[in-house]
């Protein structure tokens, strides 16, 4: 028997603050949180836990997160993104089909061009 993966967990400094973030991104309700963390839980797949940390972010992640629109085209949903407290950033993607945003905290993760079925 293998595992199952039930959480993504982020160090954050302010964990409502990525979770509220996130929450609108993904249109994940915040499903509970306290002084010292928050999770959002889509309707599948595994939760996100935004965990407090007191130290800032300070090199490029080594994982991330893809997402897609479901409702719009790619270069929409950036701007709708980029309103919620995303900003774009460089991390030598050159060309690519992908554009690459920081959440508030910095956080790389990336809007892929294709669209998919909420």
Same mark, same amino acid.
């Given at each position: 028997m293998a595992c199952k993966w039930t959480e993504l967990? @982020?160090?954050?400094?302010?964990?409502?603050?990525?979770?509220?973030?996130? *929450?609108?991104?993904l249109d994940y309700p915040i499903s509970e949180q306290d002084e010292h963390f928050a999770? @959002? =839980?889509?309707?599948?797949?595994? *939760? !996100?836990?935004?965990?407090?940390?007191?130290?800032? =972010?300070?090199? =490029?992640?080594? !994982?991330? !997160?893809?997402?897609?629109?479901?409702?719009r085209d790619q270069m929409?949903?950036?701007?709708? @993104? =980029?309103q919620l407290g995303a900003t774009e950033v460089d991390v030598g993607q050159e060309d690519e089909s992908w554009v690459v945003l920081a959440d508030p905290e910095g956080n790389e993760f990336c809007v892929l061009r294709s669209r998919v079925s909420a």
């Open positions: 967990v @982020i160090d954050a400094n302010d964990p409502q603050e990525l979770a509220g973030f996130w *929450s609108r991104v999770e @959002i =839980k889509g309707p599948a797949g595994p *939760s !996100i836990v935004f965990v407090r940390v007191p130290e800032p =972010k300070a090199v =490029k992640d080594r !994982i991330h !997160i893809d997402v897609n629109a479901t409702d929409e949903e950036v701007a709708r @993104i =980029k």
